[in-house]
């Protein structure tokens, strides 16, 4: 018989209707636990919901049923993440996947542009945090969030520098964090990704970029999926970092 190491616990995953986002709810899902798809725009998100249940459909040997659902909200605004809480009250795992990329020199990028990466790249994990947290903290079961940085918090990219700076933030928020909420058995640790295989990087996935890239490949959504659930399951894991960039930060 499986088993099901997640079974019976509740994950909520920000920006579930992307590649890394879904792939993740996926492999919650697979490991038994009941997955809250989060996002911003519904209808994708009832699709992706959708596909969830064609994919990991039910896992067989599971004596606790899952319960699958999607919650429509806007990361970047405070009152949002409260109503979330409200109608999920047994958050056991937060994913912190949400967000918006860039491509613009910073002198050529626009106030409105900086403001919704700062809104969903940063803000947003920050107000995600504070409210999961503070329910995690008054049920007394601990809890674990895990936030989705990126390699360009650390490696510059010329056209980056407002998305780095929020990545970068992220990063800080989780070592804050990790000492802040240890007191209520709560873990805060973080992944970071390089090029991997999705929507958003299908325009640079080109034998150049590749060539620099130690391993010679993109990564898979499905390959950070595997880090996240790592991070949910090894109790002793608080404010690990992980790179996942195929060797490319060491060059």
Wanted: include cysteine; glycine fraction near 12%.
């Amino acid at each position: 018989m499986a088993s099901y190491a997640l079974a019976g616990k509740k994950a909520v995953i920000t920006g579930a209707s992307g590649g890394i986002g879904f792939a993740i709810a996926s492999r919650f899902a697979k490991e038994g636990a009941s997955v809250v798809l989060a996002g911003r725009t519904r209808s994708k998100l009832e699709q992706s919901l959708a596909r969830l249940h064609e994919t990991t459909g039910e896992p067989r040997g599971l004596q606790i049923p899952q319960s699958h659902g999607i919650h429509c909200l806007d990361v970047g605004e405070g009152k949002e993440w409260e109503g979330l809480v409200k109608e999920n009250k047994e958050i056991d795992y937060l994913v912190n996947c949400a967000g918006e990329s860039q491509a613009s020199l910073l002198l050529r990028t626009s106030q409105e542009v900086i403001q919704n990466l700062l809104a969903s790249n940063l803000r947003g994990v920050i107000f995600g945090c504070k409210t999961v947290a503070k329910q995690m903290a008054a049920r007394r079961r601990g809890g674990c969030i895990i936030n989705i940085s990126s390699l360009l918090a650390h490696k510059a990219v010329i056209g980056t520098s407002v998305y780095a700076a929020t990545k970068a933030g992220q990063l800080g928020l989780t070592t804050a964090l990790s000492l802040e909420l240890a007191q209520h058995g709560i873990r805060v640790n973080a992944v970071v990704p390089g090029y991997i295989e999705t929507d958003m990087t299908e325009g640079l996935a080109n034998k150049e970029l590749q060539k620099k890239i130690p391993l010679g490949r993109f990564g898979t959504a499905s390959e950070i999926a595997d880090a996240v659930a790592f991070l949910a399951k090894n109790e002793y894991a608080n404010n690990c970092i992980l790179n996942l960039d195929g060797g490319l930060s060491a060059v």
